[in-house]
């Protein structure tokens, strides 16, 4: 049951990630992404992260791909047509090549052998595990992530206000 | 209603809690969910409305009751049939230069005593917006406005093209609306 | 492991049965019919079967057999798939937030132990939150995919307002969560068995800025711009006829529902009666006699209690949308960024003071 439901998952996946790079509309290529989101949501549910896989659907798919939508929208991006579609062999091939380069240490370094993993402890992914953990061990970058968001914020609100005369 | 003299306070600050309006809101509701329980009991029970005439249920049930429209009411234009037979129209076209679709059409034509009659008076059906300027112009009484709103509608257009035919009423039973435009509409003080 | 299986296809039947089939059409008919009583008229009651109009319950039928046999088209330049998805986009999370919502308790029917929730997750608020939030992007996909600029517009202005009070609501709830120390919904259901253990005891803040980012969320009145039945024709969703309107509509009901159960679930205790725990339940009804039959009728009375306690909340609702006037654009964000967060803020500051302190005893 949980391999089906692995590679179900995981296909998925991989299918709606590689549309999202292979579509040539812009909307496409932003829903596909989204797709790709929920069954990483799902993948990570598997695993028992509970919490992480709520956040993932409520912040990532939910939050920041409408954002990606928007200004996709807003912008009208459009899908290129005519003399700017042709093929452009140089990028494809540099595409090819770096994909390769991050392939082939995944391969020889980690994969092929089938990792031990420890049994996972009671109450782990939890939303009261995660918690203990953010807000003792893990509190300084909590922190630093935190004032990170707030200089982003600060900083869009200053690029968009206009002066009032 | 009752004319109550109520303070009004302008330019104040509200208070925080009169600034999210929940107040505003349940008032609000308080007066919709009275004249909701009212109606209600009202249509169960029949009793709640009994000495307020104000709070019955204004819908009229057509086509079981019907609405008599009152006296300034625009329903379909008419021609007036007069006692001798005659219509009283003199064929001047006035109210054909008058009508903003131009759905009137007359060819005129002389009697043996001298008389001027519409030979024919088209009014196209499809066009016409019953706004009564037809009326307003008329200076024989000739056209007016009946309170006819009953029998409109057609599946063929060709069938909502009259003729002076069906056109005629006779001059009794457009009475009040005669009545209505020599007294109330055009009357002298109001021209 | 069938009879798991059987039982969540009952329960999960029950709930699409109930969603769908009672309560999107039931929906139809209050709005016309409260509307109408609420104005001093008559609604509609004229379609009948048989000579037999019972109270213009027929027209929910009538108008769905209307809408159904309706030209079913896609304007032209749209993107089709979009235009096809995007209903479906709008629709199905509104049903799929009603799989964590409890609409009973636990009970031991001859030995087995039923739980009357599809699914008990133990992050089941953030769930609902995280499912509704996708709903949004039927609404922008809806209006992008028109091909035409005042639907876009529309499209966009709803998502910006459903995103704002996205982020307010997940707030008001966190106060609620600290006090009942669970973001399971089922949790928070079993530990409301006290009257005086109800949310709205301590958190009526809280419901009453929930309520209002639930309304806004939902797009129905007071925060009606993206839709401006009078101003707009149908704002993001102009350019739909025919089955995709009526998921639109009933996309809307339904969330009006899930909205309903959700303040039930969270504030108004489930499915307990007010001053009845579920052992004095169970006893009352000849627990020691039958168990098996106390059992069951106690199922139903929670099941009812339940059902009634949403309709309650879907009046309450109702009553609002026929009241009050629309707020203005500006006037919506302003209200959910710079009244509702803010409030909600405080609100969780004052819970933390108040758990801290011992005012507020957590049951």
Excluded at chain 3, 70 to 80: L, M, N, Q, T, Y
Aim: glycine content about 8%; charged content about 15%; proline content about 4%.
């Amino acid at each position: 049951m949980e391999i089906l439901m692995f590679n179900l998952l995981g296909g998925l996946s991989v299918a709606l990630a590689l549309g999202a790079i292979i579509s040539k509309r812009p909307v496409n290529s932003a829903i596909n992404l989204i797709g790709t989101m929920f069954c990483l949501a799902g993948l990570f549910a598997m695993q028992d992260a509970h919490l992480i896989a709520a956040l993932q659907v409520l912040v990532y798919a939910g939050a920041i791909m409408a954002l990606f939508l928007f200004v996709i929208m807003l912008l009208n991006v459009r899908e290129k047509v005519g003399a700017e579609s042709r093929r452009q062999p140089y990028w494809q091939l540099l595409a090819v090549v770096s994909a390769g380069a991050l392939f082939v240490p995944l391969v020889t370094l980690g994969g092929g052998k089938i990792l031990k993993f420890k049994e996972a402890a009671s109450g782990f992914g939890t939303t009261a595990a995660v918690g203990r953990l953010l807000y003792t061990d893990y509190i300084l970058p909590f922190e630093i992530a935190s004032v990170l968001l707030l200089a982003a914020l600060v900083g869009a609100v200053i690029l968009t206000k206009t002066k009032i005369r | 209603m009752a004319t109550k003299i109520k303070k009004i306070r302008r330019n104040v600050t509200l208070t925080l809690w009169e600034q999210s309006y929940v107040p505003e809101i349940l008032r609000g509701m308080y007066i919709t969910l009275e004249h909701f329980f009212i109606n209600l009991w009202g249509l169960i029970l029949e009793f709640a409305w009994s000495g307020r005439e104000d709070r019955k249920i204004a819908t009229v049930y057509y086509p079981e009751e019907s609405v008599t429209p009152p006296p300034a009411y625009r329903g379909r234009p008419v021609l007036v049939l007069g006692a001798d037979g005659n219509e009283k129209c003199v064929a001047c076209g006035l109210c054909e230069a008058a009508c903003p679709p131009q759905c009137i059409s007359i060819i005129g034509a002389e009697r043996a005593n001298g008389e001027r009659y519409p030979l024919r008076y088209t009014l196209d059906g499809t066009r016409c917006i019953f706004c009564g300027r037809c009326e307003e112009a008329c200076p024989k009484e000739a056209i007016v406005m009946s309170d006819d709103w009953r029998n409109l509608c057609e599946y063929d257009r060709s069938k909502m093209i009259y003729e002076k035919a069906d056109l005629l009423v006779p001059e009794e039973k457009l009475a009040g609306r005669l009545a209505f435009i020599r007294d109330k509409a055009f009357g002298k003080d109001r021209y | 492991m069938t009879l798991a299986l059987v039982e969540t296809a009952a329960k999960i039947a029950f709930v699409f049965g109930l969603n769908i089939g009672v309560f999107a059409p039931l929906l139809g008919w209050v709005e016309r019919k409260q509307s109408a009583v609420m104005q001093d008229r008559i609604g509609a009651d004229r379609a009948d079967v048989f000579g037999f109009t019972i109270i213009g319950l027929f027209h929910t039928m009538s108008d769905t057999i209307k809408l159904i046999f309706k030209e079913d088209f896609i304007p032209r330049g749209a993107d089709r798939i979009m235009h096809t998805a995007a209903p479906a986009l709008a629709l199905i999370p509104a049903l799929v937030a009603f799989t964590v919502i409890p609409f009973g308790g636990h009970y031991t029917l001859w030995g087995h132990n039923v739980n009357l929730v599809v699914a008990d997750l133990d992050v089941g608020a953030l769930f609902v939150f995280a499912i509704s939030s996708l709903a949004a992007y039927g609404v922008v996909l809806a209006g992008w995919s028109s091909n035409n600029n005042w639907s876009f517009l529309g499209g966009l202005r709803a998502a910006a307002q459903m995103f704002s009070y996205e982020v307010a609501m997940g707030l008001t709830i966190i106060g609620l969560v600290m006090f009942y120390q669970s973001l399971s919904l089922v949790t928070i259901v079993e530990k409301q068995n006290e009257f005086w253990h109800w949310g709205i005891i301590w958190h009526w803040p809280a419901f009453i800025l929930y309520f209002t980012c639930a309304i806004a969320e939902n797009k129905r009145i007071p925060f009606d711009v993206p839709e401006a039945e009078s101003e707009l024709v149908a704002g993001y969703f102009t350019e739909y006829s025919g089955m995709k309107f009526i998921m639109f509509w009933m996309a809307e009901f339904v969330e009006v529902v899930t909205i309903s159960a959700l303040c039930v679930v969270l504030f108004f205790g489930g499915h307990h009666l007010p001053f009845v725990t579920d052992a004095e339940l169970i006893s009352g009804l000849g627990g020691a006699l039958y168990p098996n039959f106390a059992n069951l009728a106690a199922m139903g009375i929670g099941i009812l209690t339940f059902i009634v306690k949403v309709i309650i909340l879907i009046f309450i609702q109702m009553t609002i949308r026929w009241t009050l006037p629309r707020f203005r654009y500006d006037q919506v964000m302003a209200l959910g960024w710079k009244l509702v967060l803010p409030a909600s803020l405080i609100w969780i500051f004052i819970v933390g003071v108040g758990i801290l302190s011992g005012i507020m005893p957590r049951p």
